[in-house]
């Protein structure tokens, strides 16, 4: 399995354009989390999906923000419209985590996609 | 609610030198432990975790570390740094129902030639 792919890598944008990051998770893994790495905040969860339904949007900072899971093996984040604040690094991760089962299981990252909005 | 807190944003050591990196955790259940690593401009890659099987646990890379519940701690040791080693540390924890991993801010280890 190639892993977690997320895309872009680098995304540069101005300031109120919107901004689409996209996520393939594992094949296989049933939960999916989006979180936000900065140097103020470190890492945060923004929004966890099991099953393709959200269950936990409690991180995402306003209604800016906005994700979707249309199927298994893809998920987005939307930002519209964008801020220079929203400059981060944006980490997909996935995890064969089951909501029914002892919650033990690690997370496997992405390479995350650096966005820079100016 | 569930915390932990690296002590240390940076540490650095001599090549060749012991490697530890502080972890001390808050949790009201019995909590799962993990250490990710972060090589620059990369996602976050496990080492290794503590599911309550073994008190010691063994990761990649010669890492390993171990679950003390009297000291609410799961520091990361590895007996002798390589330049290799030179990365981004975090801890994390989950448990009980939680399914959220939350994270330490991070300890950056820089190893010295």
């Known amino acids: 399995d190639a892993g977690v792919i997320q895309s872009p890598r680098h995304e540069v944008t101005e300031m109120g354009q919107e901004v689409t990051l996209r996520c393939k998770p594992i094949s296989g893994h049933n939960s999916l989390f989006w979180y936000r790495q900065t140097m103020m905040r470190g890492l945060e969860l923004l929004i966890y999906f099991n099953n393709n339904v959200p269950i936990d949007d409690s991180g995402m900072p306003e209604d800016r923000f906005s994700a979707k899971m249309p199927n298994a093996s893809f998920s987005t984040l939307k930002i519209q419209p964008s801020e220079p604040r929203d400059s981060a690094v944006y980490f997909c991760?996935?995890?064969?985590?089951?909501?029914?089962?002892?919650?033990?299981?690690?997370?496997?990252f992405g390479q995350g996609t650096r966005l820079t909005v100016v | 609610a569930q915390s932990v807190t690296q002590l240390g944003s940076h540490v650095s050591v001599s090549e060749g030198a012991l490697v530890l990196l502080r972890c001390n955790y808050s949790?009201?259940?019995?909590?799962?432990l993990f250490w990710y690593v972060q090589y620059p401009n990369q996602g976050l890659q496990l080492l290794l975790k503590y599911t309550s099987a073994a008190t010691l646990v063994k990761g990649i890379n010669g890492f390993e570390a171990e679950f003390k519940k009297s000291e609410t701690s799961f520091h990361l040791t590895k007996p002798s740094a390589h330049m290799s080693d030179a990365a981004e540390y975090f801890c994390?924890?989950?448990?009980?129902?939680?399914?959220?991993?939350?994270f330490g801010k991070g300890t950056l280890l820089t190893v010295n030639p």
């Open positions: 949790s009201s259940v019995p909590p799962y």
């Open positions: 994390a924890i989950s448990g009980g129902s939680n399914y959220k991993l939350t």
């Open positions: 991760a996935s995890s064969p985590l089951s909501l029914n089962r002892v919650v033990n299981t690690e997370a496997f």
